[in-house]
């Protein structure tokens, strides 16, 4: 019973229980659910590029170039996870689309009724923010974590009186 009420349990528990209030408060049907999670795959990826583009050089680890090792450049990798998770991510809502539509597809024709009426129209717009929220929380709080810890370990280790590094003593 612990671990049910444990923070981690319970958001994911929270998080679990929003696709069930879509369809008893704003009365979702399959396809908005399935548009609600192909979304949170955007707001997902969104979020990992953006680290990604913010690591510093060299923490990628080595990439091989006609066989030359070198540090991977972390724009250039979120760019190239943005290519591909975009065409995956295009491939995927055409199938969504195509097998799933049903009566939505004789409504929307085009990105902005698709927004307006899907996003906007349905809710759904609310457990996205919320997604984008927490998720740029957590990537904040996972960048700025290991900063405030090497911080911490930098001022434990100072000789006092000293703006120098001093290894710790054993």
């Known amino acids: 019973m612990r671990s049910v ?11 679990n229980l929003v696709p069930l209030i879509g369809v008893l408060a704003w009365g979702w049907d399959a396809f908005v659910l399935l548009v609600l999670y192909w979304l949170e795959t955007a ?4 979020w990992t590029v ?6 510093r050089r060299g923490s990628l680890g ?9 540090p991977a450049s972390p724009i250039a990798m979120a760019a190239f996870i943005t290519l591909h998770a975009g065409i995956f ?12 539509s049903g009566e939505w597809s004789k409504k929307i024709h ?19 923010a919320v997604l984008f929220i927490v998720h740029g929380a957590l990537m ?6 290991p900063m405030l810890w090497r911080r911490r370990a930098w001022s434990k280790t100072r000789r006092p009186g ?8 054993a």
């Open 110 to 128: 085009g990105v902005g009724a698709f927004i307006h009426q899907l996003v906007i129209g349905t809710d759904l717009w609310i457990p996205l």
């Open 140 to 145: 904040g709080f996972n960048a700025v974590k």
């Open 50 to 55: 953006l680290r990604i583009a913010t690591m």
């Open 5 to 15: 009420l444990k923070p981690a349990a319970l958001i994911l528990l929270a998080a």
């Open 62 to 70: 080595a990439l091989k170039f006609d066989h030359q090792p070198g």
């Open 89 to 100: 991510m295009g491939v995927h809502f055409m199938f969504l689309w195509t097998l799933f």
């Open 43 to 46: 707001v997902v990826a969104f």
């Open 162 to 169: 000293s703006h120098c590094w001093a290894p710790p003593r």
